[in-house]
C-alpha cells in the first residue's frame, strides 16, 4: 500500500479542520501521512487541533502569519508519500477516493493529477451515489467512469504526484489566492503529464453562502488573471487578451460602480517583476478558454 500524503490548508475554521481530520482517520485507507499547515488562524486552530490530534496522527505546521496560497508548498516540501492529495479545511475525501486515486495514478504513468468529483457536502447525509459507496473490491476498471481529460483542477479535491511537484513546483506564492491550481496545472501540461477527472472518485466541500473576505476576491482574481496571462500566452495572445482584461476593467468598474478592478491592474503592472514568463505551446492554451468577463461578474 503505497505511502500518501494529505496537505490541508487551514485559516479560522477549527472545527472544519477537525471535522475533516476525523474523516481521514477513519478512511479504510489507513497508510496516510496528514499534514495539516495553518494560515496564522487567529481562532485557535492550533490549540484546538493539538488537544484533539496526537503527534503521531498529525504533522501540524503552524505559520506566524497568512501567507496564502504559498501554504501549501510548505506542507508539499514535508510530504513523504509518493502521491498528494490536496484539501481545504472544509473539504475531504469520500469513501475509496484515496485508493481510486492511487489506482488511477498507477494505470497511467502520465497521469499527473486527478481532479476529483467535488460534490456539496449537504448531500452527505443523504447519499445516493453508489459509486462511492461500493466497498474496495470493486476498484478494477476505473476506465468507464473516468469524467475524461481536464486543464485545471479543484484545489479543495484533488491528488498529484509528488514527483511532479518537485519537478515543476507547487503553487505561486504570488498568487496568494485564485488563479493558482490553473497557474499549476499549465506547467504540469506543459511538462507532458495528463490532469484527469473521475466521477467516481469524490470530494466532499462545504460550500460558503459568502466568500470570507468577499471584499479581496475581485481584486486577487483579477490582478492574477493579467499575471496567469502575462506568464504563459504566447505574445500575440497575450497583446489581444491584455487588451480584453483592460476593457473588463474599466467596463465593470463603471457598471459595478467600484475601483476595484482598476487597482488589480495597476497592482498587476506595479508588481510584474514577481513573475517570470515562461511561455507555453499556444495548444495548451488555446484548450484553456478563459472567459475573462466571467472573472468581472463572479463576485458581482
Not at 496516510?32 to 488537544?51: K, R
Not at 517583476?273 to 515562461?278: M, N, Q, T, V, Y
Amino acid at each position: 500500500m503505497e505511502l500518501v500524503s494529505v496537505v490541508m490548508l487551514s485559516y479560522n475554521r477549527k472545527h472544519d479542520a477537525a471535522e475533516g481530520i476525523r474523516l481521514l482517520l477513519a478512511q479504510d485507507y489507513k497508510n496516510l501521512e496528514i499534514i495539516v499547515v495553518d494560515n496564522g488562524s487567529t481562532d485557535g486552530t492550533i490549540e484546538t487541533l493539538s488537544e484533539i490530534f496526537s503527534q503521531e496522527q498529525i504533522k501540524l505546521i503552524a505559520l506566524p502569519r497568512n501567507i496564502g496560497v504559498a501554504a501549501y508548498n510548505i506542507g508539499f516540501e514535508k510530504a513523504a508519500g509518493q502521491y498528494i492529495v490536496v484539501l481545504d479545511d472544509d473539504s475531504f475525501p469520500g469513501k475509496n477516493a484515496i485508493p481510486r486515486m492511487v489506482e488511477a495514478f498507477q494505470k497511467n504513468d502520465k497521469l499527473g493529477v486527478v481532479a476529483f468529483n467535488i460534490k456539496n457536502h449537504a448531500t452527505l447525509s443523504n447519499l445516493s451515489d453508489q459509486s462511492d459507496q461500493s466497498n474496495s473490491s470493486e476498484l478494477s476498471d476505473l476506465s468507464d467512469t473516468t469524467g475524461g481529460y481536464s486543464m485545471a483542477f479543484n484545489g479543495c479535491g484533488a491528488g498529484i504526484r509528488k514527483s511532479l511537484i518537485d519537478r515543476v513546483g507547487g503553487y505561486p506564492g504570488e498568487f496568494f489566492l485564485y488563479w493558482n491550481e490553473q497557474d499549476l496545472a499549465i506547467r504540469i501540461l506543459a511538462a507532458g503529464y495528463q490532469i484527469r477527472s473521475f466521477n467516481d472518485i469524490i470530494a466532499y466541500h462545504k460550500y460558503s453562502p459568502a466568500n470570507r473576505e468577499s471584499s479581496r476576491a475581485p481584486f486577487y482574481y483579477t490582478r492574477n488573471l493579467y499575471w496567469l496571462t502575462w506568464k504563459y500566452f504566447p505574445m500575440l495572445k497575450l497583446i489581444k487578451d491584455t487588451l480584453q482584461l483592460i476593457y473588463c476593467s474599466f467596463y465593470y468598474t463603471l457598471e459595478q460602480k467600484t475601483l476595484v478592478y482598476l487597482k488589480a491592474t495597476l497592482s498587476a503592472l506595479l508588481n510584474i517583476k514577481k513573475i517570470k514568463r515562461k511561455p507555453v505551446a499556444k495548444e495548451i492554451i488555446n484548450k484553456l478558454r478563459l472567459t475573462y468577463k466571467l472573472a468581472f461578474i463572479y463576485y458581482k
